[in-house]
């Protein structure tokens, strides 16, 4: 029975963060590509079937298989992120203009998201070496 709850539990988490890949295409500043993968982990985890779905997605089915086979993004892709969340923060940190305390922890956090974006192995796609 237990069992039975936490797959059930995975898969409802795996189709929330899939929920939130797909608001993030319509609506710029929410990252798609992370919901995605946070979701491909839920159904690794739930359903052999919603995670061969993920990963057969004609639109960002092969994002997927790269992160999944080598924990490795393009440099499109971080450059899309890098975008969303300097806009994104920049516009958080503006609406709380008399909050130093939450701007500057926002800075911080920024900083340190962008970080790791950028630390994150790179994988290069035939388009991108065909235009070096």
Same mark, same amino acid.
């Given at each position: 029975? !237990? =069992?039975?709850? +936490? ?5 409802? $988490?795996?189709?929330? /963060?899939?929920?939130?890949? *797909?608001?993030?295409?319509? +609506? ?11 979701? $491909?982990? /839920?159904?690794? %985890? ?13 639109? /960002?089915? %092969?994002?997927?298989? !790269?992160?999944?086979? &080598?924990?490795? +993004?393009?440099?499109?892709? =971080? ?17 709380? @203009?008399?909050?130093?305390?939450? &701007? ?6 920024? #900083?340190?998201?962008? *970080? @790791?974006?950028? !630390?994150?192995? %790179? #994988?290069?796609?035939?388009?991108? %070496?065909?235009?070096?």
């Amino acid at each position: 029975m !237990r =069992k039975v709850v +936490v797959r059930t539990l995975l898969i409802l $988490l795996g189709w929330f /963060f899939v929920l939130l890949g *797909v608001i993030g295409v319509f +609506v710029p500043l929410l990252p798609t590509t992370i919901f995605l993968i946070i979701a $491909l982990f /839920f159904f690794a %985890e739930s359903s052999p079937r919603f995670h061969q779905m993920l990963l057969d997605n004609r639109w /960002f089915g %092969e994002d997927l298989r !790269r992160w999944q086979e &080598q924990k490795s +993004v393009t440099r499109q892709t =971080k450059r899309k992120a890098t975008w969303a969340i300097v806009i994104a923060f920049m516009i958080s940190i503006a609406v709380l @203009y008399q909050r130093l305390e939450l &701007q500057i922890l926002l800075l911080v956090l920024g #900083t340190i998201l962008l *970080v @790791y974006i950028w !630390r994150l192995d %790179e #994988t290069k796609v035939e388009s991108e %070496e065909a235009n070096l």
